[in-house]
């Protein structure tokens, strides 16, 4: 029971993070309909970023974390003017192709910089111990980092100008823009800030764990099973399918081989997809 409860714990802190990736996948999917297949080595970005930025610059991982933070967001505006707005009205396999294009140049940029070595980041924050549960501080850190970042976006969305201009656009577009909401501006930015997520989350992981550049598509998959377990299009109950799924990776191992874990979290994907399509929380208007 001690080393159940330890493991439950320690997979709802990694589930907030991984509610974070979750989290710009469906935003991007919310407002403009489009899949976004760079999801994966955008994250290996915000990795790599937050690792260049330790050992190259020599700041703290946590005030990189800040400027890969800013990066994502301007590289996501980028690759909508680039990739997704000439395609943005075009059937979803123009946008599916567009996204997995720059899914490919980024894996093949990357390789060919950083090749497919593991990395990892030296820095530690320590651990404490809560009788049979020991947590390590980046972990926690992490966790903090995403409830902030949740409530962070929350609070963009339904308090400011520009948020309201999102919600306005993924409603309905066309009478957005009779209103005068700029739905291209508005558009690049909610890529951006899908961007941004991705980035930050891949930021956070390479705290606690090694990664490559290839390490983004394992979290692309997870992404997908938490969007459909929050409800595609549903940025805060993305926070809670990552908890779900967190807490599924924590128990799972207790009682099987750890090769089970994608095997059953994609038979809940399946399932989930069966009985109830919009998402345990459903999609947000």
Do not use: C
């Amino acid at each position: 029971m001690d080393f159940l409860l330890a493991s439950i714990v320690d997979g709802l802190l990694l589930g907030f993070v991984y509610g974070i990736a979750a989290m710009g996948l469906t935003l991007i999917w919310g407002v403009m309909n489009v899949i976004n297949l760079a999801h994966g080595p955008i994250i290996a970005l915000g990795m790599f970023g937050v690792y260049l930025i330790f050992t190259g610059l020599g700041l703290n991982p946590y005030i990189g974390i800040v400027l890969v933070a800013v990066l994502g967001l301007l590289l996501g505006m980028l690759i909508y003017y680039v990739a997704v707005h000439r395609v943005i009205n075009a059937p979803h396999l123009s946008t599916l192709l567009a996204t997995f294009s720059i899914n490919m140049i980024i894996i093949g940029l990357g390789t060919a910089v950083f090749s497919a070595s593991p990395r990892n980041i030296d820095f530690s924050l320590g651990s404490m111990t809560l009788g049979p549960i020991t947590l390590l501080g980046s972990r926690v850190v992490a966790a903090i980092a995403s409830m902030l970042i949740t409530g962070g976006l929350y609070a963009f969305l339904y308090k400011t100008r520009q948020g309201r201009y999102i919600r306005a656009v993924a409603n309905n577009r066309d009478a957005a823009e009779l209103m005068g909401v700029p739905s291209t501006k508005i558009l690049a930015l909610s890529f951006g800030l899908g961007t941004m997520l991705a980035a930050v989350a891949g930021a956070l992981i390479a705290t606690f764990f090694p990664f490559t550049i290839l390490a983004g598509g394992v979290y692309e998959l997870k992404s997908f099973v938490i969007g459909v377990l929050g409800g595609l299009g549903n940025p805060v109950g993305a926070l809670f399918g990552g908890l779900i799924l967190g807490v599924l990776e924590g128990i799972i191992p207790t009682f099987m081989p750890t090769t089970w874990v994608p095997v059953l979290e994609f038979v809940l994907f399946v399932l989930i997809l069966l009985v109830r399509p919009q998402g345990i929380f459903g999609a947000k208007k």
